[in-house]
């Protein structure tokens, strides 16, 4: 497994936290301000030369820019514009290195929670969902508008990012219910996502193996790692308790996932890709910027799961340093 964690695209206090551990490598989120152009090769160098700059080697873009997957998921007159910008974006990556871009296929509500400030060990903070507590807009799309969505892209996309050897790493839907205040999800059980990297077969297309996801499906990571191995371009290290319509993240220890057993499972099956902490606690006393992503709670999260690397694949500790 290689080492990596989530940025932000401007220097904050994450950047140190991860340097701090040893990550030499990011997942990294472009700049969303009108002012970066994702179709600018100059734009795109100016944000990885920030890392380099910092040691920072980036290797994988999460998410795909809003701007321009929000229309391609609902489908609307920007669709293929915004199609035809993210082949140019994939151009553009592979010119810095970049070879994976994690998406994932959530229309109108991304990842979805209903509190941020659930109480989790010595005083931290998690968020949670509870369908109980969701209130929806006015939005409706129905499951057969968002397969046929899905479809367009990946069958528009997938020439491209073979030609630019970009790996598109599908994530699935976060809570995984079958819809969400009208808008149906797609990928919410192991056979939805078997389906959706078979829509067009591809070396190319594969998933973002989100552990606490499948495991909020109600899938075993037993039987979800061996059926998925080959496909797993990218590992989000999770734990979480509770099920699909009622649960709350925890620190990366202290959920019903266990972790050493997941990496274990990971080595047994030749899943040896990019890793990185997903959905940190909010630590006491620190002031929350981005509940799920704030600083400090990485420190903790990313040397639990380094140490996990180490004690699964000891032959690897060198490149974890
Ligand atoms: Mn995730």
């Not at 700059?53 to 609902?74: C, F």
């Not at 509500?109 to 969701?134: I, P």
């Not at 219910?177 to 999800?185: D, E, I, T």
Request: proline residues 6%; contains cysteine.
């Amino acid at each position: 497994m290689l080492l990596t964690d989530y940025f932000y695209p401007n220097p904050d206090l994450s950047w140190d936290i991860a340097l701090s551990c040893g990550v030499q490598h990011g997942t990294i989120r472009l700049p969303e301000d009108a002012d970066f152009d994702v179709t600018s090769p100059s734009h795109l160098h100016t944000v990885t030369d920030r890392f380099r700059s910092r040691g920072i080697t980036p290797i994988i873009v999460e998410p795909l820019p809003n701007a321009l997957h929000d229309h391609i998921k609902i489908g609307d007159a920007q669709r293929d514009m915004c199609i035809e910008k993210f082949i140019c974006l994939m151009k553009n990556l592979r010119e810095e290195g970049i070879h994976t871009v994690c998406y994932n296929f959530m229309a109108h509500y991304g990842w979805t929670r209903t509190a941020k400030n659930l109480a989790e060990r010595g005083g931290a903070h998690v968020t949670g969902f509870s369908l109980a507590d969701f209130r929806p807009d006015e939005t409706l799309l129905s499951h057969e508008q968002m397969w046929n969505n899905y479809q367009y892209f990946i069958k528009a996309v997938i020439p491209y990012a073979e030609r630019y050897d970009i790996r598109l790493a599908l994530h699935p839907d976060d809570p995984p219910l079958p819809s969400l205040g009208g808008v149906a999800r797609i990928f919410t059980s192991l056979e939805a996502i078997r389906r959706g990297i078979q829509v067009v077969p591809s070396s190319h297309l594969g998933v973002t193996f989100c552990q606490a996801c499948y495991h909020l499906m109600g899938e075993r990571l037993e039987d979800a790692i061996p059926a998925l191995a080959d496909k797993i371009f990218f590992v989000h290290f999770r734990n979480v308790c509770g099920d699909k319509t009622c649960f709350r993240e925890t620190y990366h220890d202290n959920g019903e996932i266990d972790m050493a057993a997941a990496m274990r499972l990971y080595a047994r099956y030749g899943v040896d890709v990019p890793i990185r902490v997903d959905h940190v606690p909010t630590m006491p006393w620190e002031q929350s910027s981005a509940a799920g992503y704030d600083a400090i709670g990485r420190l903790f999260a990313i040397g639990y799961l380094k140490g996990i690397m180490q004690g699964v694949e000891p032959e690897h500790h060198a490149s974890v340093m």
